[in-house]
């Protein structure tokens, strides 16, 4: 079942800070994001697997609570090269495929 | 080392005509899958396949077909293409596990008139 992401989109300046959030009905063994900018395939960001981890990659990181079937991803002073469209993936499935499901989307706009 | 590769880029069909959309990788991933982009909807999973010889059917697998002879390549065809089907298509490949993140490839741009 497809997560639920918000908001859907943002505008922000550079420097500012913004929280994506992504969200299941069902239990998630491990959250995927990735960004993609326009007319490019989406890239890896980070991977955050069950046990509440909170990873980090510069000024961004993210969170993930298994019990509240959610996670959420933190920009801090954004820089302009943040714009884009940011997905989460969820592995919902115990079998460890790999297999993902991604949300619908969150557009970040960064500017001057 | 090419990573994932998706041809074509570009495609337009009519309404009925069938089609192939090839996708290959050179990492020896065991996991492969086709996803589909339209605005608003995010990325939605059509098929995707564990190993050579195993494929299964995700979010949205009605209209398309797919198989896995080989490690390395996993096409996705079109029976008969409807409008519906316009779209941005990705293939994506991983290690098979939820601690290997997935490897995309350029996508192809499909509409059908």
Redesign the interface.
Known sequence: Q?PV?SP?AVILREGEDAVINCSSSKAL??V?W?RQKHG?????LM?L?KGGEQKGHDKISASFNEKKQQSSLYLTASQLSYSGTY?C?T?QSSS??????????TTLQVKP | NAGVTQTPKFQVLKTGQSMTLQCAQDMNHEYMSWYRQDPGMGLRLIHYSVGAGITDQGEVPNGYNVSRSTTEDFPLRLLSAAPSQTSVYFCASGQGRNNSPLHFGNGTRLTVT
């Not at chain 1, 490019?40 to 890896?44: L, Q, R």
């Not at chain 1, 460890?96 to 989307?105: D, R």
């Open positions: 497809q992401q859907q063994y491990s995927h990735y490019e395939a989406p890239i890896f991977i697997l997905f993936g592995d460890n495929t790999g297999k993902l499901i991604f949300g619908q989307g």
